[in-house]
């Protein structure tokens, strides 16, 4: 029944899911090692096929629920664009994709669930995602290969912690580790994702807004720094196809700004591209607009 008090929320149905998180890229000697061996046989659940043996471990107090995030402490940019050079336009020849045409459509919001519900179950499945794409980069992103955290030539993001005033320089890789332990400490303590009903709280979209703006730089470093590789292992059509659910996701639902994905601006315009003219072949077809994906 519409309005019905007794309909489980959306939030409810997916928080289980956060109970045994993978631990992802964080060395677990039973997961694939080589990127290969990783992405060469996944397909669209790959992302849901990760080792969820490992729990991972608590961030003592955690994070204070209104401690504002300071983005630009944590990005240092010069005036110059990141991909201005040939070694960082590799990205933009990205054509490979799964069968997703009507992804952008799918990200519309259920009839008989709340946009901050919806918000929440997608950024949980999207953090998967992301995961997934950890695990695969650990192979190729090394502190070697990747001293800094960046995105192009000239984009370079430190990391600032639960509790931090000073931000940090880490490697890549680090980076990416900080991220997915502190995200899932994050929707998983109760203080962001409620339960049993509650109300959402009123720091909810500022929290989501910093996990998508971080989300996307490991999207864009892997665009700009280890696209060769991925397409050397045949892993192009996942990677385009995570990002374009990102991509499409936050950008519906306003979680980044313009200036937050420039590094990936012109890859931005050329997968909204195709999917404005795949919409208006559905529209000329007749086909209904698809609603959001079942939670």
Known sequence: RLGSTQRPSAVGRLLPLLAPYPRASLGNASRPRAMGATCSTCNR???????MTEDFPAWGAGRPKDAPVNAAATLRQSIRAPGDTGQFRVHLEAQATLGNDALRQ?????????RDEWIA???VYIFKEMIFLVSVLEEVCTAETCPRMCAGRDVVYDWLGPGETIPRPLTAYQYMSELVNTTHEL???GTVLPRNGAPFPEHFLREMKTLHRRFFRVYAHAYL???????ENNCERHLNYLFKHWLFFARMYDLVTDSE????MELVRKFEA??????????EAGKPPAIGDTV
Not at 225 to 231: N, P, S
Not at 261 to 264: M, V
């Open 106 to 114: 799918s990200l519309r919001v259920p009839w008989d669930v709340t």
């Open 45 to 51: 659940s790959a992302t849901a096929s990760l080792d």
């Open 274 to 283: 195709q999917a404005d003219e795949v919409e208006a072949r559905m529209r």
């Open 225 to 231: 720094h280890h696209f060769a590789e991925v397409r």
């Open 261 to 264: 994905i420039a590094p990936l």
């Open 121 to 123: 179950c997608k950024t």
């Open 187 to 189: 929707l998983a303590e």
